[in-house]
């Protein structure tokens, strides 16, 4: 069953339940950082504990470096791009930035622009461009529209090798729907080219597996978007991910009302009626965009979207607690309790 106390120490989106089944000679060496804004955890089965925290360290190093690089709003790689990009300039990018823009390009295009790393003058209006979260009134309709009638895309940016510049100078790229599903995968690439091809990395309640644990898959819990504890478990192995992007941890609070932190690029206004899509892929980086977008695209609009962006295996809860999953979920997942609602939509 669902460790609850994990949920409570960790506070995230989704944990490791109790190990079972491990041969005695191996066990699951586990480290937890902050990163990403984030509490972060790895776990690896391994029979050798000195390299196993070794090889943690390693990508632990690696997710500092990542969040300075690729930080929306922090001074860093990203940072300097956006800055010349705001002044009409053209900016050399570093090596390890330019296939994120790249690959982001690609997905905002599949996905009919409902993820558009772009438009992060806009999460910044909305108040998302700091460590504590905004509290009050909304920005003004005014600078919202002004936002959205700039339409600032991926398409703006023109790539000449390493230089990147915009014809769009509103165009500010905010990696957050993405960069963690990236960090994911590399963290599970070099783990395994350290020779550790059993883990489980937790990017606050966005998780990627490799391998197994031990004679069975690793459990997840994915998080009630509404409530304490796990809505559902599953049971993962190889590699996959699981990612959840959910409008309850971020949100600008004004009086009684939520603003969330995931941004509709066509109104400019945050996405309010669903609630929580975890998206199940191998490639996390492509699960959290996927999952940011469908967010974006709503309680109706998502099995196209999700089609589009070539992910089949979906669980979508919407402000009524109604639950949405297509077939390949449905057959996976274990609610912890039966839910408002359960609905199975076929991604046509
Ligand atoms: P989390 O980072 O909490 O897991 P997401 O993956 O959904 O959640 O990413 C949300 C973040 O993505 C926001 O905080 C913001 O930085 C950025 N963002 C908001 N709206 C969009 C959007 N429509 N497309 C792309 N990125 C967005
Ligand atoms: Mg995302």
């Known amino acids: 069953m669902l460790n609850r106390r994990d949920f409570m120490k960790l506070g995230l989106g989704a944990c490791l339940l109790p190990a079972v089944g491990v041969s005695r000679a191996e066990a699951v060496v586990s480290e937890e950082m902050y990163v990403f804004?984030?509490?972060?955890?790895?776990?690896v089965l391994s029979r050798n504990?000195?390299?196993?925290?070794?090889?943690?360290?390693d990508v632990s190093h690696r997710f500092t470096q990542q969040n300075r690089d690729w930080h929306a709003w922090?001074?860093?790689?990203?940072?300097?791009?956006?800055?010349?990009?705001?002044?009409?300039?053209?900016?050399?990018?570093?090596?390890?930035?330019?296939?994120?823009l790249h690959q982001a390009r690609e997905l905002a295009r599949a996905s009919g622009g409902l993820f558009n790393p772009a438009i992060g003058r806009l999460v910044g209006l909305w108040g998302f461009h700091h460590d504590?979260?905004?509290?009050?009134?909304?920005?003004?309709?005014?600078?919202?529209?002004?936002?959205?009638?700039?339409?600032?895309?991926?398409?703006?940016?023109?790539?000449?090798g390493r230089r990147v510049g915009s014809r769009?100078?509103?165009?500010?790229?905010?990696?957050?729907?993405?960069?963690?599903?990236?960090?994911?995968?590399q963290a599970l690439d070099r783990?395994?080219?350290?020779?550790?091809?059993?883990?489980?990395?937790?990017?606050?309640?966005?998780?990627?597996?490799?391998?197994?644990?031990?004679?069975?898959?690793?459990?997840i819990g994915i998080r009630h978007p509404q409530g304490e504890g796990a809505i559902a478990s599953l049971a993962v192995s190889g590699r996959m991910a699981v990612v959840t992007s959910g409008t309850y941890e971020r949100y600008r609070q004004d009086g009684d009302k939520r603003y969330p932190h995931i941004i509709d690029p066509r109104s400019g206004q945050p996405a309010m009626h669903v609630v929580s899509a975890t998206v199940l892929h191998p490639d996390?980086?492509?699960?959290?965009?996927?999952?940011?977008?469908?967010?974006?695209?709503?309680?109706?609009?998502?099995?196209?979207?999700?089609?589009?962006?070539?992910?089949?295996?979906?669980?979508?809860?919407?402000?009524?607690?109604?639950?949405?999953l297509t077939p390949g979920m449905a057959a996976r997942v274990h609610f912890a309790e039966p839910p408002a609602s359960v609905k199975t939509v076929e991604i046509t």
């Open 37 to 43: 804004g984030t509490l972060v955890g790895v776990d």
């Open 49 to 57: 504990t000195d390299a196993a925290r070794a090889a943690i360290a």
């Open 74 to 100: 922090k001074p860093g790689a990203l940072g300097d791009l956006n800055r010349a990009l705001a002044g009409g300039h053209t900016h050399e990018v570093a090596p390890d930035l330019l296939p994120l």
């Open 132 to 160: 504590t979260l905004p509290v009050g009134a909304p920005p003004h309709a005014a600078a919202v529209a002004e936002l959205v009638a700039a339409a600032p895309s991926m398409d703006d940016l023109v790539f000449d």
């Open 168 to 185: 769009n100078p509103h165009v500010q790229i905010d990696l957050g729907g993405h960069a963690k599903g990236v960090a994911l995968n």
């Open 191 to 219: 783990l395994a080219a350290l020779g550790h091809g059993n883990a489980l990395v937790n990017l606050g309640g966005n998780l990627a597996v490799s391998g197994s644990h031990g004679d069975r898959p690793w459990h």
């Open 284 to 324: 996390a980086a492509r699960a959290d965009v996927a999952a940011t977008a469908l967010v974006v695209a709503g309680s109706t609009a998502w099995p196209e979207v999700a089609r589009k962006l070539g992910v089949n295996d979906v669980m979508i809860v919407d402000e009524a607690g109604r639950v949405q």
